[in-house]
């Protein structure tokens, strides 16, 4: 069997102030600097989906850091979202992993409606022109939210790492 999971590519982690997550990971642990935006439904995510619906408005405000061939992803959120859901149900931690699944992207997607009669709980496609992502919900399966990518950008990686950093 081929693997559909290539490489880890992000932790996902819920937090109640991004701003104040990041002061203490750069303050205590020495891990910055992060890039800190806020996603919602404009530019390269016009088309994102949450439980197969069309979302409209601000998703949550996120930071990002780039360290040991991964990403972290700390997420504050904002909408009425999965991600608020979460917060409430389960308080601040790790939310989801991400990995590349590169050309069985597809296939792992029909796999999960197959098994699961469900469309992906969160899902964007051509972010960036770069990759298409989609959250799928496996706390039955395997106990996690596993988030997919596929690169789009023959030659371009979906996220840039440096393995070194």
């Given at each position: 069997?081929?693997?559909?999971?290539?490489?880890?590519?992000?932790?996902?982690?819920?937090?109640?102030?991004?701003?104040?997550?990041?002061?203490?990971?750069?303050?205590?642990?020495?891990?910055?600097?992060?890039?800190?935006?806020?996603?919602?439904?404009?530019?390269?995510?016009?088309?994102?989906?949450?439980?197969g619906?069309?979302?409209?408005?601000?998703v949550?405000?996120?930071?990002?850091?780039?360290?040991?061939?991964?990403?972290f992803?700390?997420?504050?959120?904002?909408?009425?979202?999965?991600?608020?859901?979460?917060?409430?149900?389960?308080?601040?931690?790790?939310?989801?992993?991400?990995?590349?699944?590169?050309?069985?992207y597809?296939?792992?997607?029909?796999k999960?409606?197959?098994?699961?009669?469900?469309?992906?709980?969160?899902?964007?496609q051509?972010?960036?022109?770069?990759?298409?992502?989609s959250?799928?919900?496996?706390?039955?399966?395997?106990?996690?939210?596993?988030?997919?990518?596929?690169?789009?950008a023959?030659?371009r990686?979906?996220?840039?790492?440096?393995?070194?950093?």
């Amino acid at each position: 069997m081929k693997p559909a999971f290539k490489q880890l590519l992000q932790i996902g982690i819920i937090v109640k102030d991004v701003d104040a997550s990041v002061k203490l990971f750069e303050e205590e642990f020495g891990m910055g600097p992060w890039e800190v935006s806020v996603m919602s439904n404009q530019g390269h995510l016009a088309d994102l989906k949450i439980d197969g619906q069309p979302f409209d408005g601000e998703v949550s405000k996120m930071a990002f850091l780039r360290r040991f061939g991964m990403e972290f992803e700390l997420i504050q959120p904002i909408g009425d979202t999965p991600y608020k859901k979460w917060l409430e149900e389960h308080g601040p931690g790790i939310h989801h992993i991400a990995v590349v699944t590169e050309d069985a992207y597809d296939d792992v997607l029909a796999k999960y409606k197959e098994k699961t009669g469900k469309e992906p709980w969160i899902r964007g496609q051509a972010m960036n022109n770069l990759m298409d992502f989609s959250y799928l919900d496996l706390r039955d399966q395997l106990g996690l939210i596993v988030e997919c990518y596929r690169n789009i950008a023959p030659g371009r990686p979906a996220l840039d790492y440096d393995p070194q950093k």
